[in-house]
């Protein structure tokens, strides 16, 4: 019996060093991620290697090893909570706390190795994609509107859509990979690895679905992942966006920005249909600030009817499937603000609005400030 207690309490000194060491590991990669230039540092080596070294590999498995990661995670952590609770309730107090550090061990070693893999990139340089600097007035703002309007209907007047008002999609997931892969190779920048991974679908995708989860990238494995499920006019989008992620840009806005970048320049029309549904609303949002207030009625009216109704359409979807939508939201946005984002705010894109008043009747009148990273780069595409 004194044997026993004796190899328990060594099996617990032996995780609370192990601990100990994680804790002090992963305070250092918070350092790291603090200052841009070792954060850079970092992704360009360590991260970089990984993917660059196992991509290829991780790619030529035909399911998703972050899926399978994430199931023996929680299993685990279910499994021990289990025994713990057993132990407990037999006053088996050592046994116990033995197996509840053996689960703060696990935790803590997913968390540092995602973080080392995932985490530090947050804090890197601002993302190379081209921006247009120059001031805008707004009396040209209706005209730049109605020339991505021409495109975006052209756009859909080369695709074929369902009785529910759907987009159908004319690619499977992997002929997407492939087109995207091409895509990611015209990017001129050494900021991205030079390695484009492929596109796996989620075998779990009827449960991301259920938490409004469209796609996910993880770092340690170098896999960006698509729900298969998500309505067809956001899935090159959402595998564009992940792909980013893949390729060392981590925050949120960076990586839709990449997304946009790389589906609004395409020649293939279903990609730049999807760059045009996820970040239209950015580039029609200038109709608000032309002195006009039926402006933007009558912009967005001008859109095919096909268009319109995807946007009904995909509204209508994700409201079917709410059940957990706010705890999801609630956990995303808890993993966003902790690894150095803004919270889900992040996702959506806004420009910086003023306000001055009128010198007639003295109501406030609104005008943009600073512009919004899509509407920038709106702005490149029609410019330059």
Not at 95 to 110: C, H, N, R, S, W
Request: include cysteine; charged fraction near 20%.
């Amino acid at each position: 019996m004194m044997n026993d207690k004796a190899k328990i309490r060594k099996s617990l000194l032996l995780k609370v060093y192990i601990l100990s060491g994680l804790i002090i590991l992963f305070g250092a990669l918070i350092l790291n991620r603090s200052f841009e230039s070792s954060a850079e540092f970092w992704t360009r080596t360590y991260a970089r290697f990984l993917q660059s070294a196992f991509g290829p590999l991780i790619s030529f498995i035909p399911f998703s090893l972050a899926e399978v990661f994430i199931i023996l995670f929680f299993m685990t952590i279910i499994v021990l909570i289990v025994f713990i609770i057993i132990d407990l309730a037999k006053t088996r107090w050592l046994i116990g706390l033995d197996k509840a550090l053996a689960l703060l061990v696990v935790v803590a070693t997913t968390f540092t190795i995602y973080y080392s893999t995932a985490g530090v990139g947050y804090g890197r340089a601002p993302v190379d994609i081209p921006q247009y600097q120059e001031k805008v007035e707004n009396t040209e703002y209706v005209s730049i509107v109605e020339y991505f309007i021409e495109d975006f209907n052209d756009c859909a007047a080369d695709l074929a859509f369902d009785e529910n008002g759907s987009v159908i999609k004319p690619y499977t997931v992997s002929e997407l990979s492939e087109l995207l892969r091409i895509e990611y190779a015209k990017l001129d920048s050494a900021y991205f690895t030079s390695y484009t991974a492929q596109v796996k679908p989620m075998f779990l995708s009827f449960l991301f679905r259920e938490f409004h989860i469209t796609g996910i990238s993880f770092a340690p494995t170098t896999e960006p992942n698509i729900n298969y499920l998500t309505t067809d006019a956001q899935i090159p989008s959402t595998m564009a966006h992940e792909l980013a992620h893949s390729k060392g840009v981590m925050r949120e806005q960076d990586a839709n920005l990449v997304s946009a970048y790389v589906l609004l320049r395409s020649e293939d029309s279903y990609l730049r249909y999807s760059g045009y549904i996820a970040t239209f609303y950015s580039i029609i949002s200038l109709a608000d600030y032309v002195g006009d207030k039926d402006k933007y009625g009558e912009l967005y009216n001008s859109l095919s009817l096909n268009i319109r109704n995807d946007y009904k359409y995909m509204s209508a979807y994700w409201r079917s499937y709410n059940f957990v939508d706010d705890l999801a939201t609630w956990f995303n946005n808890l993993y966003l603000a902790i690894v150095g984002n803004t919270g889900v705010s992040s996702y959506v894109d806004r420009p910086d609005i003023g306000e001055t008043p009128d010198p007639d009747t003295g109501d406030p009148i609104y005008y943009i400030e600073e512009f919004s990273p899509f509407q920038k780069l709106y702005f490149h595409f029609f410019f330059e």
